[in-house]
């Protein structure tokens, strides 16, 4: 237990750490285009960034290692999956809402308001109750049909998501960020009923959908998480994705795999799976006002573009 929440933690400030250098890469790639009179080429007709655009930010450095970071926390968050109840490794992961708020007041300019802090509070104060209810994690064992269905409606949000970034353009940002969060968490529930993991076989897990589930819901909430820290706030972006892989893999970690609470405590788990939710949606509806209104640390001393007569 002790080293699975160890392990959980690090995926958290990789995570956390990453999704702020991110969004400083994004931020300056957007305003590098807009100096060279490229705003128009970086957006679609519905104002969201443009597949060229999301590549453009995704060669700066800040983002390069931003996402380095995104991998060894998927990898730690793996491992996490395997070791704690789902509703417990995901949420504790998803407290990068802590560090990405705390970091992007530097990097980003980004100053939070009273209701903003006592949110993430409110976030803090759920994560003790969940690890004092937390009891043993579920076999993972799955019926094959299962591995399919989490292939099937990972291919239907990804691929939904990616349609809906299209034409909601600018309105986007929390519903990018909520679908990339449960892009993680299928990737979560993946990890965990995948076959050919203990013992090790790789013929058994390159045919499971389960992996292929986890690939797609990798890659493209991956991309949906990059459009929602170009067109948002990142702490409410990031708070929509808290919400998306924190929900259902808990759910569906207690109904069909098996995780449970300490005997006795299951209302304390209740309590602070709710609460974290809460606060996590606090955070973006709080922040979300502001997505715009923040300039980047980093980028106070750039010259603003002269605008041509």
Request: aromatic letters at 8%; proline letters at 3%; one cysteine or more.
């Amino acid at each position: 237990m002790i080293i699975g929440l160890v392990t959980a933690v690090a995926a958290s400030a990789c995570y956390g750490t990453g999704s702020v250098l991110q969004a400083v890469g994004s931020r300056r790639s957007a305003q590098q285009e807009a100096a060279k009179g490229a705003s128009a080429a970086g957006t679609t007709q519905h104002g969201g960034p443009s597949l060229s655009s999301t590549a453009k930010a995704a060669v700066t450095w800040e983002f390069m290692v931003g996402t380095v970071l995104d991998f060894v926390g998927f990898a730690l968050g793996a491992l996490a999956a395997r070791m704690l109840p789902l509703f417990l490794s995901q949420t504790v992961i998803s407290a990068n809402l802590i560090v990405t708020a705390l970091l992007s007041i530097k990097l980003l300019g980004i100053r939070l308001n009273r209701k903003e802090w006592m949110s993430i509070g409110v976030v803090c104060a759920a994560l003790v109750l969940l690890a004092t209810a937390a009891g043993h994690e579920g076999s993972g064992e799955a019926a094959r049909s299962t591995h399919w269905w989490l292939l099937a409606i990972t291919v239907v949000l990804m691929g939904g998501g990616w349609i809906a970034v299209h034409f909601l353009g600018s309105k986007a940002a929390i519903l990018a960020g909520l679908l990339s969060g449960l892009g993680f968490g299928a990737i979560g529930v993946g990890v965990r009923i995948l076959d050919g993991i203990d013992p090790f076989d790789l013929p058994t897990m390159l045919a499971d959908p389960a992996l292929y589930a986890i690939f797609i819901a990798g890659g493209v909430g991956m991309y949906l998480h990059t459009v929602a820290l170009q067109i948002g706030s990142v702490n409410g972006a990031t708070a929509a994705l808290v919400v998306g892989e924190t929900v259902l893999p808990g759910i569906i970690g207690v109904v069909w795999l098996g995780d449970t609470s300490r005997a006795g405590f299951a209302w304390m788990a209740v309590l602070g799976f709710l609460l974290a939710v809460a606060g996590a949606v606090a955070v973006a509806w709080f922040g979300e006002p502001d997505a715009h209104s923040a300039t980047p640390a980093v980028e106070k001393d750039t010259p603003e573009p002269t605008a041509v007569a």
